[in-house]
């Protein structure tokens, strides 16, 4: 078998590899997108790709019944886009100091970083909830928002995309013209860092946005409820039998990252893809 021939063979392999995962990740979001628009005995006869024509029928059935949806929505973007303009903001800063600057314990408190990497949220929650009962910080939104100032996967992923875009002689010649650090920061590094940034932001929106675990520890007040929490009491009694509006309110919850992805996805693969060269 020549070499023309196994490369061919390899590309069609790819191509059945690629095309077996596109289905498995864009299938089940059809299936949702399409049961939000079948009503409840059609959802029961089984299985369709084909959207019916119920779906005005779901929505007044899912907005009648106490489920305020757009309440849910303001809830949710108000923390999402708060979350996203810290996680960046304090991340890219933190990053940069860590890049540019020399200091006593610099690869320690770089080690410290990737270790809290690897420590999952849900180990330390119980003390984060009684910390904040002390505050009196419960059914508020500040313990959702400020811990974003320290959001070390966001670190230590600027960390790894200035290495790879930032040149110090750079930083250097800003300073002999007389910039200070704050203007460096604001206008050089930042502009430059641009793609990583918004790839920060688009991974630190669509992570609050889903997030349900630290919200539903919380927060105990409906009219302070996310979204991800309010679609949870979909479950209940009085939306059983309604699994048409159930499906609808599943989709509406999912509108907001399709919408970031579609505006922003372009700077994802430019991030990460930079962000994986270094010098």
């Given at each position: 078998m020549n070499y023309t021939i196994k490369t061919k063979l390899m590309r069609v392999f790819i191509y059945i590899i690629l095309a077996i995962l596109f289905l498995l990740c864009v299938v089940p979001i059809w299936i949702l997108l399409v049961n939000a628009t079948r009503s409840t005995p059609e959802i029961q006869q089984g299985l369709s790709l084909v959207p019916s024509n119920n779906l005005f029928v779901n929505w007044k059935?899912?907005?009648?019944?106490?489920?305020?949806?757009?309440?849910?929505?303001?809830?949710?973007?108000?923390?999402?886009?708060?979350?996203?303009?810290?996680?960046?903001?304090?991340?890219?800063?933190?990053?940069?100091?860590?890049h540019v600057y020399d200091f006593a314990s610099k690869k320690f408190l770089y080690g410290f970083i990737i270790l809290l990497v690897m420590v999952p949220t849900q180990v330390a929650i119980i003390g984060f909830?009684?910390?904040?009962?002390?505050?009196?910080?419960?059914?508020?939104?500040?313990?959702?928002?400020?811990?974003a100032i320290a959001a070390p996967s966001s670190i230590f992923f600027a960390i790894q995309y200035l290495e790879?875009?930032?040149v110090k002689e750079l930083i250097e010649a800003a300073r002999i013209d007389?910039?200070?650090?704050?203007?460096?920061?604001?206008?050089?590094?930042?502009?430059?860092?641009?793609?990583?940034?918004?790839?920060?932001?688009i991974f630190a929106f669509v992570g609050s946005w889903n997030n349900f675990f630290t919200p539903f520890v919380l927060i105990s007040k409906m009219q302070k409820y996310?979204?991800?929490?309010?679609?949870?009491?979909?479950?209940?009694?009085?939306?059983?039998?309604?699994?048409?509006?159930?499906?609808?309110?599943?989709?509406?919850?999912?509108?907001?990252?399709?919408?970031v992805y579609i505006l922003f996805s372009r700077y994802i693969v430019n991030g990460i893809a930079m962000g994986s060269v270094k010098e």
């Open positions: 059935n899912l907005t009648n019944r106490g489920f305020n949806i757009w309440r849910g929505f303001y809830n949710s973007a108000f923390i999402s886009v708060a979350v996203t303009v810290l996680t960046v903001y304090f991340s890219m800063m933190f990053a940069y100091a860590i909830y009684k910390y904040m009962s002390l505050l009196n910080l419960l059914n508020s939104y500040i313990p959702l928002i400020v811990p790879s875009t930032i007389g910039c200070s650090e704050l203007t460096i920061f604001h206008k050089i590094m930042l502009p430059i860092a641009k793609p990583g940034a918004v790839t920060m932001g996310t979204l991800p929490m309010l679609v949870q009491t979909l479950r209940g009694d009085v939306y059983r039998t309604e699994y048409g509006s159930i499906y609808l309110g599943l989709a509406v919850s999912i509108v907001p990252i399709l919408i």
